[in-house]
């Protein structure tokens, strides 16, 4: 058996700043388990800054047993690439966009629906509620799951270089960027844009060169990314929500002892919640930034936006897609859509 005895003298030195168990991590002795989280934000993300403060709390709630390190900006490569990779378990732990994780589990859109939150009490009160249970439980009908509460992506806001969008008329026509996400590109096709599902990586120069005239993301990519460089105005339609599941592989999860899940569903939760708080000021701070940056900010009706997608067979055609069941939960905070 190895001797792990440390002196007095060292543990004394010690013990004030950190648990022993950390210690021993320190000076060599390796963790019990090690595992990997991975995200796609920039390091300076509020989900990266949170996260990596998780990791730190769990490693010494564990005293040392179980260390989880932090992968930002798809170091281990895209999201779609990552996906894979928590499935079958070379990664244990990954931070993913509902509108993305959607292409797996169809049913992590529903919170996508356009204009189904007025705000961010609405959001919550779905997602930590029925809403977010009924999709948790989709997500764990495969090889993953949910390890923590959802965090924030924050609503989605339109931008454009030429027109300003103030009516769900000035959307007739306007080229538009977004994601290739069904819930998407249904949404501006039933409000008749001219939709353009162009990669992320190409976006600014697609911006630039005018191929599209605008796009939608929430403040916070907005300002990260410089778009507004290449924008003149931003109208705050607020016309998705979207957060970030971390997702867990489930052998990865089962072979934590109980105690350890604990642990890590607690502090992921405790930094969720303040990745929530985080993101919620940047975009009310982003505004005052990005109007410095040469952004004209527009303030709309959302409810005109929500009545002209109503008039659509949009809300119509993905309760045939979701069911009944599913689309109850939505409608319990959203109120009726179709």
Not at 70 to 87: E, I, K, M, Y
Not at 103 to 128: E, I, Q
Not at 242 to 253: E, F, H, M, T
Not at 280 to 304: H, N
Request: glycine share 6%.
């Amino acid at each position: 058996m190895r001797d792990t005895r440390l002196s007095r003298r060292t543990l004394l030195a010690g013990a004030a700043a950190v648990p022993i168990f950390g210690i021993l991590t320190r000076r060599g002795e390796a963790a019990e388990f090690t595992y990997k989280l991975a995200t796609g934000q920039d390091p300076t993300h509020p989900v990266n800054i949170r996260a990596q403060e998780a990791c730190d709390r769990i490693r010494e709630a564990s005293g040392g047993r179980l260390e989880i390190k932090l992968f930002p900006a798809n170091q281990l490569g895209s999201d779609t690439d990552l996906l894979a990779q928590v499935r079958n378990g070379s990664v244990e732990f990954f931070n993913l966009s509902t509108s993305i994780l959607s292409t797996f589990v169809p049913a992590a859109s529903l919170p996508n629906t356009g204009f189904a939150f007025k705000n961010y009490d609405a959001v919550w009160k779905a997602m930590d509620g029925g809403l977010g249970d009924y999709v948790r439980a989709e997500i764990a009908k495969t090889p993953i799951l949910t390890v923590a509460k959802v965090w924030d992506n924050g609503f989605r806001e339109i931008t454009s270089s030429t027109r300003e969008i103030k009516t769900p008329d000035d959307l007739k026509g306007f080229k538009i960027r977004v994601p290739p996400s069904p819930m998407l590109t249904s949404l501006f096709k039933a409000l008749d844009a001219g939709v353009s599902p162009i990669n992320f990586n190409e976006l600014y120069s697609a911006l630039q060169t005018k191929v599209v005239e605008g796009q939608e993301n929430p403040l916070p990519i907005i300002a990260t990314t410089r778009l507004y460089e290449v924008q003149k105005s931003c109208s705050m339609t607020n016309h998705v929500w979207d957060g970030y599941w971390i997702l867990g592989n489930k052998r990865a999860w089962q072979k934590l002892p109980e105690d350890l899940r604990t642990i890590v569903t607690r502090e992921l939760d405790r930094s969720g919640l303040d990745e929530r708080a985080d993101v919620a000021k940047l975009s009310v701070s982003l505004r005052e930034t990005l109007t410095a940056k040469g952004i004209t900010f527009v303030d709309v009706d959302q409810e005109k936006f929500r009545d002209a997608l109503g008039r659509t067979t949009y809300y119509k055609d993905w309760k045939s897609k979701f069911g009944d069941a599913a689309w109850s939960q939505l409608e319990a905070v959203s109120g009726k859509l179709a």
